[in-house]
């Protein structure tokens, strides 16, 4: 009865080994594959992180620009893109091409972020032409010496040395000019327009040369007609604050930035789980080789009393 009973618990130990290889074979075939995989997620996140760190320098350099640059006499006099600018255009130019050879790639994890990364791509293009239409807006609104607004210090200059015209209502409608400039308050542009129209009322009323009366009138008609234009381009601009350029220059900003945080998330908590599902693993077998351990100390302490 002895040796049936030993050969049995023989017979037992070895189905254990065998339980116990088997289930460390798998183990390290999942662990293989999740390391893989953290491997993998670990240059989907670099590459995600490249793309969030870049959109967020682009967005910042067109904030900084319409902040200061936009305010400088160099931007409008010159024809040369600003510092900022080429730094806007730089960092563009790069998260385009860098977002451009990602989908056009092999990789097996772009298909993962496939969508996401065409809709970036298509915010991208839409920021790039709203900046850029911004630019020209602010080009043609102009400053103290250049554009529209240069065109009112024209015809504000040439009146101010004229006789006939009356310095105390010139200087009034200079003065809400600069108000409407600094605040782009509509109310100040019906102001300069209701005084406008009294000193064009006034020139027909004085005696003077005809060709005289007619550059005065002139003048005044088209600073008139200027500050419309401006009104006009700040409100395309956005200057009023209720809708134009700017303000779907911010949306855009904040859905770029929503989307690169998105997909930031997304392969971040990819990578997690898999960090997990390895964690799992080790414990898993570490618990199956502890159990192992005691089963096989058990039956050994068994079989050596049955073989005495």
């Known amino acids: ?38 491997e993998d997620h670990d240059a989907v996140l670099e590459k995600v992180l490249d793309i969030r760190q870049k959109s967020m320098r682009m967005t910042l350099a067109a904030q900084e620009f319409l902040s200061y640059e936009a305010h400088y006499e160099d931007f409008h006099k010159s ?18 091409l860098y977002i451009s050879s990602i ?26 032409k709203t900046f850029s239409k911004i630019i020209t807006q602010l080009k043609y609104r102009g400053s103290q010496n ?30 809400l000019e600069k108000s409407y400039l600094l605040s782009a308050d509509t109310s100040d542009f019906y ?23 007619y550059t005065l009138l002139n003048n005044l008609k088209r600073y008139n007609s200027t500050l419309l234009k401006i009104v006009n381009v700040d409100l395309t601009i956005g200057f009023r604050g209720d809708k134009g350029l700017t303000l779907n220059l911010q949306k855009n900003t904040e859905d770029i930035i929503n989307l690169s945080q998105k997909m930031y998330n997304e392969a ?32 050994s302490h068994e079989l050596l009393g049955k073989m005495k």
């Open 103 to 128: 989908l056009t790639s092999n990789s097996s994890w772009k298909v993962e972020y496939e969508t996401d990364l065409d809709s970036f791509f298509k915010l991208l293009k839409t920021h790039r």
């Open 146 to 175: 250049s554009g529209m607004i240069g065109d009112l210090q024209k015809r504000t200059r040439a009146l101010a040395t004229d006789p006939y015209i009356n310095i105390v209502s010139l200087e009034r409608m200079k003065l």
């Open 1 to 38: 009865m002895k040796n049936p009973t030993v050969a049995y618990t023989w017979r037992k130990v070895i189905r254990w080994f065998y339980v116990y290889f088997v289930a460390c074979f798998l183990i390290a075939v999942g662990n293989f594959s999740s390391f893989r995989q953290i």
């Open 191 to 213: 102001k300069i327009r209701e005084l406008n129209h009294q000193m064009q009322k006034d020139i027909k009323n004085i005696p003077m040369a005809e060709n005289h009366r």
């Open 268 to 299: 971040k908590k990819e990578k997690d789980d898999w960090l997990s599902y390895s964690r799992w693993l080790s414990v898993i077998f570490g618990t199956l080789s502890i159990s192992v351990l005691l089963v096989l100390s058990l039956t």
């Open 79 to 96: 024809r040369e893109a600003t510092p900022i600018m080429k730094e806007y255009h730089k960092i563009d130019k790069n998260l385009e």
